[in-house]
């Protein structure tokens, strides 16, 4: 499989992840972690569930209103949807033990110096390469 590299581009995405991030916890004081804000959108509904559903909407509507301006972005995935669904519930699970996500711990938690994010963040990483060296160069 190919890869493009795109630093200007990664940039500019890292930049309003960690903007958006950063104007969720000054404007609301929250973490923008997904997870805990997917969440709080099943019933029983909270009385914050106004604020979740922006936030999940604009990370919805962001990606296509940049596709509106600039075109389809051309990708490939290289799993089936089975390989997809056992992910997703393997990631479902970590979360769920890791008492949050990527972007809570990695973005947020990192940020803000939490020494039980940098350690979530580097287990998640180190079994992120774990998984791809498996699945690229053994199996």
């Known amino acids: 499989m190919e890869t493009t590299f795109t630093p200007l581009a990664s940039a500019m995405g890292g930049m309003l992840i960690?903007?958006?991030?950063l104007l969720?916890?000054?404007l609301n004081g929250r973490i923008a972690g997904l997870s805990g804000i997917m969440g709080g959108l099943l019933p029983p509904f909270p009385g914050d569930w106004r604020w979740r559903a922006?936030?999940?909407?604009g990370a919805i509507l962001g990606p296509v209103a940049f596709m509106a301006v600039t075109?389809?972005?051309e990708f490939a995935v290289p799993a089936g949807t089975l390989a997809l669904a056992l992910g997703g519930i393997v990631v479902g699970v970590g979360?769920?033990?890791?008492n949050g996500?990527?972007?809570?711990?990695?973005v947020?938690?990192?940020?803000?110096l939490s020494p039980?994010?940098?350690v979530a963040t580097l287990s998640f990483m180190a079994t992120a390469v774990a998984t791809v060296f498996i699945i690229r160069h053994v199996l």
């Open 24 to 26: 969720l916890l000054l």
């Open 18 to 21: 960690g903007l958006s991030a």
């Open 54 to 57: 922006a936030f999940i909407g």
């Open 95 to 98: 979360v769920a033990f890791g």
């Open 71 to 73: 075109g389809p972005v």
């Open 101 to 106: 996500c990527p972007s809570g711990h990695g």
């Open 108 to 112: 947020c938690g990192i940020g803000r």
């Open 116 to 118: 039980r994010s940098i």
